[in-house]
């Protein structure tokens, strides 16, 4: 046998007791690894090993201390198995940390001295929480995304849009003026419709409107209360995702003169400031929430309030004050 195939392959015992055998025959190294296809280097480093106190080479003896040496499998995760760890971990999640923050903690120079230098990271953390702490112990819900099981990362296979007249985004002009408006469709759960929000993707004036209907001429209408709340001729462009709601985009751009352009398959961060926006309304009205209990009224006040919130990219300034000041300005007319 070639020793270069054995490389890697732990002695057996019927090999050790092969080597024994030929020991006490005073075969040297090199004959007996040819015979038993391994390299004398292994046989060498095998005696050096398991032959103590200058005894002769035992099989049996050198099998004992080859399974004493043997690591032990390990059972269960890092923090099963250190109790003051798992203590840490819990109180942190419970505490609002996310598991890279925990993990990042442990390597830094802040780690707790509580834990004497174990460290863990944050993948270790992951899986420990959704198999123990996730699904019976309750801890998922102290993460943000609140999910009670891992979802496996695949990637989503690209449907061809049923929208007609769709234009890339890409292809919206990029002269960086006001007007050009994203959009987007929000639900809550137990409700059948959904609120249409429109925001202007550099001065952040937004319009809120809920939909009764999921259907695209709900959405149509929220887009005209849109362009019609906002100043004659501010409406630049629409941006849409592909959702079916967006399908009567035609409709509205030979009423109002105005280009709608949609976003590639699968990347809502091309339009990032109606995310945001969404982000912020979700702060205020979970994805439980009751909407249903909210009526036109409280819809315009929130809106109003977005639109009355300082924001750091105006320089501090609200929404509302800054399309004042570009009104002003006469940009607009020019």
């Known amino acids: ?8 392959i732990e002695i057996s015992y019927p090999e ?30 095998e005696i050096r090993r398991n032959r103590s106190g200058g005894r002769r080479y035992r099989a049996e003896e050198a099998q004992r201390l080859a ?27 419970q505490a609002g940390w996310s598991p890279e923050k925990i993990a990042g903690r442990t390597t830094s120079k802040l780690a707790p001295k509580e834990l004497q230098g174990v460290t863990v990271s944050h993948e270790t953390v992951y899986q420990w929480l959704y198999r123990h702490g996730g699904r019976y112990g309750g801890l998922s819900s102290c993460i943000w995304t609140r999910r009670r099981c891992r979802w496996a990362r695949k990637s989503r296979r ?11 985004l890409a292809l919206r002009p ?27 993707r550099v001065l952040l004036v937004c319009r809120l409107r809920w939909c009764p209907n999921r259907t695209a001429e709900e959405t149509l209408h929220a887009l ?13 462009s629409v941006a849409f995702d592909n959702g079916s709601e967006g399908a009567r985009h035609l409709d509205f751009s030979a009423e109002y003169g105005v280009p709608t352009f949609f976003c590639a398959p699968y990347s809502p961060w091309q339009k990032p400031q109606v995310e945001n926006l ?29 639109n009355n919130l300082p924001r750091k990219s105006l320089g501090y300034l609200t929404p509302n004050k800054a399309l004042h000041q570009y009104l002003s300005s006469g940009a607009l007319v020019a």
């Not at 004493?68 to 999640?93: C, F, H, N, Q, Y």
């Not at 005209?224 to 630049?236: G, Q, Y």
């Open 1 to 8: 046998m070639n020793p270069k195939k054995m490389r890697g």
């Open 16 to 45: 050790r007791q092969f080597l024994e055998l030929r020991l006490l025959g005073r075969w040297s190294l090199r004959r007996i690894a040819r015979e038993m296809g391994r390299d004398h280097s292994v046989l060498s480093r």
């Open 67 to 93: 399974e004493r040496r043997r690591p032990t499998p390990r059972t269960g995760s890092k923090i099963d198995r250190d109790s003051e760890l798992a203590a840490w971990v819990e109180g942190r999640l």
């Open 158 to 168: 690209l449907r061809c849009s049923q929208i007609r007249g769709r234009t890339p």
């Open 174 to 200: 990029a002269d960086g003026l006001p007007g050009h408006l994203e959009s987007d469709s929000m639900v809550w759960h137990g409700r059948k419709g959904l609120l249409s929000a429109q925001v202007d």
């Open 224 to 236: 005209r209360r849109t362009a019609e709340t906002l100043p004659h001729r501010f409406v630049r």
């Open 278 to 306: 969404n982000r912020t309304i979700r702060h205020l009205l979970p994805r439980k929430t009751k909407v249903r209990d909210l009526t036109a009224a409280d819809w315009r006040r929130i809106e109003d309030w977005l």
